[in-house]
């Protein structure tokens, strides 16, 4: 119910309420983690309750604001409706299409039970750290241009879909390459000042900044399809997206297969492969990596072929002025990335130093790499009206 509040604000460009409900679940779940497991037994199920009570207040936030536009009715029962089928019938294959990159990682944890123990804690710990820049930038992006999107196609504005697509995909690029590149440089020290305490080693810290590495080379193709989406959902095209999507699931799992017997070859030393392969798989640390290559490869793969037959249907142009684009943004993240190594050069070992270094080095180095990248951007001719939609 919280979703669709959220979407029928959403359609009506009411943004910001529906973008503050997982502030509320984040109070909730941070409430019953301090002060309401005291009073159940286990502890973990104040978890539970706080869960269950931010869903309701999430959805009573938003009422007020449907009551503003005259959304809020009462329910009925209508299932023969010919729009509520038609609603159903769209939304099972926009599940599959958008949910991609979910399968991918429940498939990887699979197959990572298989691998050295710690391999899905490390998978799944590193996953937190693209979902941020995902769940903040790259669907919030999705979610503001499907609107404009549906209305442009409907008013068959080909010129007006165009734009807004073509701005929705710079804004992405703008903010998700820089981010790729700084999880990639900053993984360590990431890892290690979040979670490198009590029974999380620092050989913990290091096998999941070996997994964030890996995710994060898939970043912009993770977000850059969050954005394509909503061109074929705003044309009621829900069946390409699923096309796509099965295809990335099977070659994600050929990649996984593929890359861990390469690594099996390159990187196990024979002496280490004893036992067979399973046996060696189980044994040897540093293989999860290939999992987190292989999600990488197939979003890249997801997002070829949305684009394709994006492309393909002629309905979207490309509007002038991306070669100029690009470069002048390689130009900043190549200033950026300078910046970082500069900075990892001058820092310490991070899985050596205590809890207030960590975290003042790693504050160091984000505010240096944004800050640069931000001068360099400005430099290069950037200006905050450049990315406004027009």
Request: charged residues 15%; glycine residues 8%.
């Amino acid at each position: 119910l919280t979703a669709l509040a959220a979407g029928a604000l959403n359609s009506f460009q009411r943004f910001g309420w529906p973008a503050f409900t997982p502030i509320i679940l984040n109070l909730c779940m941070i409430a019953g983690a301090l002060w309401g497991r005291q009073y159940t037994d286990p502890p973990i199920l104040a978890m539970g309750w706080a869960i269950l009570a931010a869903g309701a207040l999430q959805l009573l936030f938003q009422l007020p604001q449907l009551a503003r536009l005259d959304l809020l009715v009462l329910p009925r029962w209508g299932w023969k409706h010919p729009d509520v089928r038609k609603v159903v019938r769209l939304m099972v294959p926009t599940l599959v299409g958008s949910s991609v990159a979910q399968v991918n990682l429940l498939l990887d944890t699979f197959i990572a039970a298989m691998l050295v123990h710690g391999s899905q804690s490390w998978l799944s710990t590193a996953d937190r750290f693209l979902e941020f820049p995902l769940g903040v930038f790259g669907i919030a992006l999705g979610t503001v241009i499907l609107p404009t999107l549906s209305r442009h196609h409907v008013n068959t504005d080909r010129a007006g879909f165009s734009k807004s697509l073509d701005w929705g995909l710079r804004m992405t690029m703008v903010i998700i390459v820089p981010a790729m590149l700084g999880l990639m440089l900053l993984a360590l020290p990431l890892v290690s000042t979040i979670f490198q305490y009590g029974k999380f080693t620092a050989d913990a810290a290091r096998m999941t900044a070996l997994s964030v590495f890996g995710l994060s080379f898939g970043l912009p193709a993770f977000a850059l399809v969050k954005t394509v989406l909503p061109a074929f959902y705003a044309r009621q095209d829900t069946r390409t997206p699923v096309r796509a999507g099965l295809v990335a699931m099977v070659a994600n799992m050929v990649f996984n297969i593929a890359l861990l017997a390469l690594l099996y070859m390159l990187w196990v030393p024979d002496a280490a492969k004893d036992g067979g392969v399973m046996a060696t798989l189980a044994r040897v640390p540093g293989l999860h990596f290939a999992l987190g290559i292989a999600s990488a490869l197939s979003s890249y793969l997801n997002l070829l072929l949305l684009w394709r037959w994006l492309r393909k249907e002629d309905v979207f142009d490309l509007q002038p002025g991306w070669g100029r684009f690009l470069s002048r943004m390689l130009l900043a993240n190549l200033v950026m990335v300078g910046a970082l190594l500069y900075g990892l050069h001058l820092a310490p070992e991070f899985t050596e130093v205590d809890k207030w270094r960590r975290i003042g080095w790693l504050a160091l180095l984000v505010g240096g790499g944004a800050g640069s990248y931000g001068l360099a951007m400005l430099g290069l001719g950037f200006r905050p009206r450049d990315f406004r939609e027009r």
